[in-house]
Each structure stands twice: as C-alpha cells, then as structure tokens.
C-alpha cells in the first residue's frame, strides 16, 4: 500500500489533537471518586455560581420539588414532612420512582449536582405504609442493649434506602429532664451517660461502623445499605423549663456541657453526617442563631465537618410572630453557623434574600463556601455522586421479616415489670397459658396506632388498628376464652368476675408529637383510671401502660396486682406477649426516674431531693419458664 499524502498526515493529527483537547476537557476532578474528597469539593466549588451554591443550601418540601423547580432554584435537597407521601399507600417502588424523578432533574442542572433527600426514620421508616415501626427511643433506653439499638439502625437505614432515601433525621439525643416535654419519647434517657451509649450505637447502625483512626467529626457513611445521619436537636431541648417544647432551657454553661452536649461529641466521634439545630433557646438566645454554640464549640473545639440544618421552617421562628423581619432572621442564621435551611415553602423568598445579602456583602462568601463545602462533604462522602439513583434491588428490605423479628426483641428487652404481686402473695407474672378464661380490657389493647404513638404514618400519630396484633390470641392455649373491652361495664364485670383466671389492662396515651404533646400534669387519659379501678377491683390483673413517658400511678398501683411499663412498642407488640406468658424473662430497667407527683418535676437521678415512686434503673426481672 502506498504511504500518506502530508495533507492526509496532517489532517488526521488535528483530528487526534481535537479528540485529546476534548477528553481533556471532559475530565472533572469532582466526579473522579479517586480523587480525596477535599480536592473533590474544591474543585467543585470552584465551578458554581452564587445561585448554585444558595441551592445547595436549601431544603424543599417533597410536595414542590418539581423537575422544574429543582433545576431552577438548584436545589441541593428535599425533605418529606410528616405524613407527606408520594400518594396514599404508596409503595416502596412509588418511592423510588418518585426520588429518582427528582434525582434525574437534579442531574440534568449544568454540574450534575444530585440532591439528597431526608425524611424522618426516627423509630423506622414510619412515613411508609408496611415499614417495620420499632419502639420509639424511650423504649430502646429501657433495653441498654447496645447490639439491639445499632440493629435497630441497621434495618431502619435498610429500609429508607428500600425507598430510595439516603437521609434520615435521626437520632434525636436529647437528654429529656422533665417528662412533661412532648418530645421526651424522642429521647432514650434522663441520663446523660446512658443516652451517650445509645448514641454511639445508633450512628454506625445507621451510617456504618467508621474505621480505626477515623478523624473525629469528618462524616461518614459506609455505603448504599447506608444512609446519612442526624443528630438532634442542638443543644438543651430536653431541658427546657416545665418541658414546654421549644421553650428556654435555663442553665449555666457548665451544666449545658455536663448534661446536654456529650452525645453530640460521640455522634461526631462517630462520623454524624448532619446536626439539626433546636427550635429551644439557651438563657433566652436562640439556638439558631447562637453563633456561640453552633460555630465556635460544634464547628471549632468539636471539630464538626458535616453540615448544620434548620429545623422546619426554623428561620421563620426566631422572631414572634414568625416570618417577621425574615431578611435579618436569614442573616442570624447562616452567620451563627447554619449550612443547609430547612424552608419547605418559602424557598423563593429565602433564596432572593440571601442572594441579595451575599451580593451586598452583608453575608461574606466565605461563610457560604464553608456551607457549601460542608453539604459537597456529606455528598461525596456517601458516593451520592457515583449512586444517585435508588437500587431497584433493596425493595425487599422494606418491613422485611429480619426486621420485623429485631423489633419483637427490642420490644422484648423494653418492657419494664414495676409490680408483680401485691404484698404476701405470690408473683403473677409470667400469666399462664392454660388459663380457662381471661379479660383484656382498655383502650390499648385493640390499637396498632396507639401502641405505635406519634411519628408514625403521619406527624401526629393516629389511633387505629388497621394491623391487628394478635399477640395474647397466639400465647394463650386454644382452648383459652378471651372476652375484649375497651370500657367494661362496671357491674358485667362483678356478675362474671368469678369466672376469670384473670384480667389484661392495657392504657395509655394517644399519640402525640412535639408541643400536642407538652402535658402538665401526666395523667392517664380516660377512661384509663376508671378502667383499672373497675377491672383491678374484682379481677387479679395485669396493668399494661403504653406511653411515652411515666405517668401519675400511685393512685392507683395499690389496686394493680402486677405492672408493666410497655412505653410505645410499635408493629410488633407480639413481643409484649412473648413476656407476659414467659416465653422470655422481664428484663428492662427504667431509663428515667417514675415520679409520684408532677409537683415534684423536674426530678432526676441524682438530684439532691430524690423521692421517687420507682428509681431510675428499677425494674423486676423473671425467669424464662421451660
């Protein structure tokens, strides 16, 4: 064959010349995953303009985020709200189909950036129809089994991610010191040190067990089994004066650190990915815009390198009433040190406001950068760049049979037997099997929705027993009669009361979430009192309390011939029965001080006047019968 022309030579050295100039270009440091993560976000950052980054620092709400939304605001991430769902029952794969729709705008803005989507897991992923729903904080306090609590973070990861979802605001690690608070189920203890070991279960339950010698308060997250966690609500919220929610937690500094802020040092010791600042004030500043606490002690001395986000709508609620002087409230918060804004609504207004803020100068760059820089951190950190798109794969995951049977053990090992045989008589518990006749009685005892209590399907709660848990139906022998109430007639009862071998009372709270919650004097809810009064006063019982914190029982502990503390157990309350009838032993231990009178709150172990009805740490044990 005969050699090439020069012209031909030439022509093909420009087109090879053209080709490497454009796999040149094509190159981008940010989305090579060899590349260390800090080049990674310099480079990136280097990249986006002022609007690019405000939108990596606003949160939308799921019922906004449209595509076309998304690409032009660059949202950085959505949030679902309690109870805001794709459609009513959706599916796992209605889930993932919706964040892959948002996943897919986001991907097509001009760097790609995808977003990442948080949603409230906080006792399983109970937004989602058919999750398992675990025993909400209180409970797994009771257990202090540390391997329960990580498996409990485990499946709850599994299943978000079954939903597409790769963040969770969860834990919440406030230490509740006056359960009057309607968040105190949220919380696993009154006591700091026990909420400091369930914390550091927790986190690598949910993000993965960091490395050795992983430097303290970088994030992190394993992998797509994984998702990113969130420790709240920063700082003191559980301490609030009577327990009224977002209210002013009154405290010198030292107590603050003693108390409240040790389980945020060993969520950042543990890779934490995010903390979400508390709707709550410190000595009457607001801990959003405490520049103090958030920049100068979880930012520097801590040496937190995850982001910092609002609570809902939280800008908004630094000034009464809210939205008030919004410009300068956008201004407190991201100079105090927040990186990421929860505005659900209001993005148009936050981002013009901080846009033009940033322009004038009022808000430096810098303080963005490290925002943004933060939120880039977690990205990569979690290979949301390289794994954008939910796995079609880890659709089984949700409310799985594995995760069905890690919350049935953890109901198990929640329960706490206070009472359990009246003075000079024999133990009740465990019940028996071969019981001819039994009564279960009580608004509880029929209820998946009570048992399961606020954060569940919806923000709230709802009472109903669309899943009926047939636990004591299954312990007892065949041949057992059970009669069911949820108000026995006091006088049908004294007809028949000679025919029972005894009495189930289960009661407690309705569901409730945050300030609905708030409850300054703690009683059970009627017709509870009249309930046990009825039923203990002719039949031998067994008194249940479902709720998310103790209650005023001394009135009525006398009549009770047995009492168990079964807090908020969730879908699988056959783990209650599996306890009462021996299956398992009691083993649970109070995870905070039981109270005879709310005159004597707050009142916690410790303290110098310490007259409980039950100690912190009390509970009666049994043997598992052959």
């Not at 979400?276 to 937190?304: A, P």
């Not at 011939?561 to 807090?567: G, I, M, P």
Request: hydrophobic share 40%; charged share 20%; with cysteine.
């Amino acid at each position: 064959m005969g050699g090439r022309s020069p012209a031909v030579a030439c022509l093909l050295l420009i087109l090879l010349s053209s080709v490497a100039a454009t796999e040149a270009v094509e190159y981008v440091k940010y989305k090579d995953p060899s590349k260390p993560i800090g080049e990674r976000i310099d480079d990136l950052l280097s990249r986006m303009t002022i609007a690019e980054k405000i939108g990596q620092m606003s949160q939308i709400e799921r019922a906004n985020a449209s595509s076309a939304v998304i690409q032009k605001y660059f949202v950085g991430s959505v949030l679902s709200g309690g109870g805001s769902v794709p459609s009513d029952n959706a599916t796992a794969r209605d889930w993932q189909q919706m964040v892959t729709k948002m996943q897919k705008a986001a991907l097509k803005t001009r760097l790609g950036i995808p977003i990442i989507y948080g949603i409230d897991a906080v006792h399983g992923h109970n937004n989602v129809i058919n999750a398992t729903i675990f025993p909400h904080n209180i409970a797994l306090g009771a257990t202090r089994d540390l391997n329960v609590v990580k498996q409990v973070g485990q499946a709850t990861a599994h299943e978000a991610r079954a939903t597409g979802i790769p963040y969770t605001f969860a834990p919440c690690v406030a230490v509740c010191r006056d359960p009057r608070w309607g968040r105190c189920y949220e919380s696993y203890s009154e006591d700091t040190r026990l909420v400091q070991r369930m914390t550091s279960a927790v986190v690598p339950g949910l993000q993965g067990e960091p490395p050795a010698r992983h430097p303290k308060g970088t994030p992190f997250v394993a992998g797509q089994m994984n998702v990113a966690g969130c420790a709240k609500h920063f700082v003191g919220d559980g301490g609030t004066r009577r327990g009224v929610n977002e209210n002013n937690t009154v405290i010198n500094f030292h107590d603050l650190m003693r108390i409240h802020m040790p389980p945020y040092d060993d969520a950042v010791i543990k890779g934490i990915a995010s903390v979400m600042i508390s709707y709550s004030s410190w000595n009457g500043v607001k801990m959003h815009q405490n520049r103090f606490l958030v920049t100068d002690m979880l930012k520097n001395k801590m040496k937190f390198r995850g982001f910092v986000i609002t609570d809902w709508q939280a800008v908004d609620r630094i000034t009464s009433p809210p939205h008030q002087h919004y410009y300068h409230s956008i201004q407190e918060t991201i100079h105090a040190g927040i990186d990421m804004v929860m505005i659900p609504y209001d993005y148009p207004e936050f981002v013009a406001d901080l846009t033009a803020q940033v322009s004038n100068g009022t808000i430096k760059i810098d303080r963005v950068n490290d925002a943004v820089s933060r939120i880039l951190r977690v990205k990569f950190a979690m290979g949301l760049f390289e794994n954008p798109l939910p796995d079609p794969r880890l659709l089984g995951e949700l409310g799985s049979k594995d995760h069905r049977e890690i919350a049935r053990e953890a109901v198990r090992k929640s329960l706490v037997l206070l009472k359990n045989g009246k003075p000079g008589q024999k133990p009740v518990l465990p019940l028996a099997k071969k019981a001819k006749k039994i009564l279960v009685a009580g608004s509880h005892a029929h209820n998946l929705g009570f048992q399961c209590g606020g954060w569940t399907k919806s923000w709230q709660g709802q009472g109903g027993n669309n899943i009926t848990t047939e636990g004591i139906k299954t312990a007892v022998d065949k041949a057992t009669v059970i009669d069911y109430s949820d108000h026995p007639d006091n006088s049908s009862i004294a007809k028949t009361a000679g025919e029972y071998d005894y009495a189930i009372v289960v009661v407690g709270e309705p569901p409730y979430a945050e300030t609905a919650g708030d409850n300054q004097n703690l009683t059970i809810p009627s017709p509870g009192p009249e309930v046990i009064k009825d039923v203990c006063g002719l039949v031998k019982c067994v008194v249940i309390l479902v709720s998310g914190r103790p209650l005023v029982v001394e009135p009525y502990i006398g009549a009770m011939d047995a009492f168990v503390a079964a807090w908020l157990p969730g879908t699988e309350g056959h783990g209650v029965a599996d306890v009462l009838f021996g299956d398992y032993g009691f083993t649970g231990k109070l995870l905070r001080t039981w109270f005879k009178s709310v005159d004597q709150l707050p009142m916690n172990i410790g303290d110098r006047r310490y007259d409980p009805l039950f100690p912190f740490g009390f509970g009666l044990t049994t043997q598992k019968l052959n």
